[in-house]
């Protein structure tokens, strides 16, 4: 058979077996993220059904989906709700960050995987899926209530985190000497302020420039850029993926709405192809074995991340029902964790770090949401005896 | 009553407040455009028992049985879209030649080009009110034109 034959069959294939899976996390109601990762391990190294032809097809969707996801996920908050965030809220997000990001830490260090393994599983463990826990926020009804601003501001102090922390992550996966390590780290650190001080003042400039009537010239202005300062940030050994969240941070207001709903179609393609490719690179034979392991850090981080928003509505002076609620909607882990993971084990981290994160994902973006619903009922019990 | 405003970052914006009974009712304004229009549970106040989700025709219509200032805000926004369009609310005055007379007399739109689109009378709001709609004395005119063609109104409703 041909080449691109081929290539279509496997490529199309696998879109449409993730398609029937889309469908069937819909019906069941959780994540379909999981189910990505789980087609991804049956169609990799040491799957039952590998692909040949179209992985390398595959791998460079996947850079894409990382680019369109950490775009997207910039897009999502504009620098003011940044800088808000980080002066009201700072005392709670600096306790989601010590006591989520611990867990991973640790258990990377008692592994022996090296300080930075360590560093990588710590952002493994902190990050909330800010994706999955809106759709439980939405789902559940949960939007109006009063700890919801609380859980958001949580969400947006864990991207600010994230502007910092993966540039300073992929410096140390690179394996630089520690002078030019910090030199790196500096100027990343640099970058990320640089752009978040653009963003707040000359946020209209960039928006003239890139804004747009027609919505077909939008997207490919907003794809360009940041496909160009992605590039970039990898030349400089930043990490693609950084350079498109720093996009995405920058462009804000109407425009920034404008774009997300443009890119949506486009992100969730490459994503989910991003989630498969994460799944092909991870042995299943490697799954087994961390499976415990991976459950174990998963009930810790889960309760770590309850007592994070229990910790943080109570601060805002909400109820114990609703204390219990922020700590369960911040359950879910998601995309940003398989990238964070995925960049360790594309720079070459211990290769059991990749099966263990996908381990530790499958289970919390599966488990998160349906925890939020169990525990519904149980919630109303207490409000109902207070 | 004090009506607290709350940002969702991601979201939007919500506002709530509780009414004399002791009930907490909220609305949640998505970026979207979606409402939600919340009533919060008695045991547990943090907790929306009831979402009743409103689209932009929903929400317009729900605002306009409840009260005016609703129409305001939407003509705001409209003033805040369109350049130079402004919009004015103009009191009839009691001495005003036009209170006590149907509205075509004062052929606002042939004289000004300034639209009348809606007048507000204790409370209740007249909207899109035809011409032989009669004014009162201390109804409030709401006209949408440019600058020039609302003050012309202005003066034509004080003075004739």
């Not at chain 1, 949580?154 to 991207?159: A, P, W």
């Not at chain 1, 360009?224 to 693609?240: D, E, K, N, P």
């Not at chain 1, 997300?260 to 690179?281: C, I, S, T, Y």
């Not at chain 2, 939407?74 to 001495?95: M, T």
């Amino acid at each position: 058979m041909h080449e691109t034959a081929i290539l279509f069959l496997e490529f199309g294939a696998v879109l449409l077996g993730l398609g029937l899976l889309g469908a069937l996390a819909l019906r069941i109601g959780i994540s379909p993220i999981p189910l990505y990762l789980i087609a991804g391990l049956a169609f990799g190294t040491g799957g039952v059904l590998p692909l040949a032809t179209s992985e390398d097809f595959i791998s460079i969707g996947a850079e894409l989906g990382v680019v369109l996801l950490l775009l997207t996920l910039g897009l999502e908050y504009n620098a003011d709700e940044l800088v808000t965030s980080l002066t009201g809220n700072a005392r709670a997000g600096i306790v989601d960050l010590v006591l989520n990001a611990a867990p991973g830490a640790i258990i990377a260090l008692l592994l022996g995987w090296g300080p930075v393994a360590a560093v990588a599983m710590a952002g493994v463990t902190y990050a909330t899926s800010s994706g999955i826990t809106a759709k439980v926020l939405s789902d559940l009804g949960w939007i109006g209530n009063r700890e919801t601003p609380t859980v958001l501001s949580l969400l947006v102090f864990e991207d600010l985190t994230m502007a910092v922390y993966l540039p300073v992550l992929t410096t140390m996966l690179a394996g630089l000497s520690l002078v030019s390590g910090a030199i790196s780290v500096g100027i990343a650190l640099a970058t990320v302020s640089v752009v978040l001080v653009v963003a707040l003042r000359f946020g209209r400039f960039i928006e003239a420039f890139v804004s747009s009537p027609n919505s077909e010239v939008l997207l490919l202005k907003v794809v360009g850029l940041a496909l160009l300062v992605a590039g970039l940030a990898q030349q400089l050994q930043v990490s693609a993926a950084v350079g498109a969240f720093l996009v995405g941070i920058a462009l804000s207001g109407e425009l920034a709405e404008d774009a997300q709903a443009l890119l949506a179609p486009l992100r969730d393609l490459f994503a989910a192809v991003f989630f498969v490719f994460f799944g092909f690179q991870t042995d299943p034979a490697k799954i087994l074995p961390v499976a415990g392991l991976a459950a174990l850090l998963a009930l810790v981080s889960m309760v770590t991340k309850v007592l994070t928003g229990m910790y943080a509505a109570r601060r805002a002076g909400i109820g114990k029902a609703g204390q219990a609620r922020a700590g369960i909607a911040l359950i879910p882990r998601g995309e940003f964790n398989i990238v964070i993971a995925g960049l360790a084990v594309g720079a070459g981290a211990h290769p059991d770090l990749g099966a263990l994160a996908a381990a530790y994902v499958l289970i919390l973006a599966a488990f998160g949401p349906l925890a939020a619903k169990l525990v519904q009922p149980l919630i109303q019990g207490i409000a109902k005896r207070a | 009553m004090e009506v607290e405003q709350t940002a969702l970052p991601g979201i939007g914006l919500r506002h709530d407040f509780t009414t004399r009974s002791g009930q907490r009712v909220g609305v949640v304004s998505h970026r979207t455009g979606r409402r939600d229009l919340v009533i919060y549970d008695k045991d547990d106040p943090d907790r929306a028992c009831q979402t009743v989700r409103l689209n932009d025709e929903e929400a317009d219509a729900l605002a306009e049985i409840l009260g005016a200032p609703r129409i305001v805000q939407r003509l705001n926004k409209l003033h805040q879209e369109v350049a130079g369009l402004v919009s004015v609310q103009l009191p009839i005055a009691g001495d005003s030649p036009y209170a006590g007379r149907p509205m075509g007399d004062a052929r606002v739109r042939t004289r000004t080009g300034a639209s009348i689109v809606a007048v507000v009378r204790g409370g209740r709001v007249f909207a899109s009110p035809g011409p032989d709609f009669v004014f009162q004395a201390g109804d409030v005119v709401v006209v949408v034109g440019g600058e020039d063609s609302t003050a012309e109104v202005a003066d034509i409703l004080a003075e004739g």
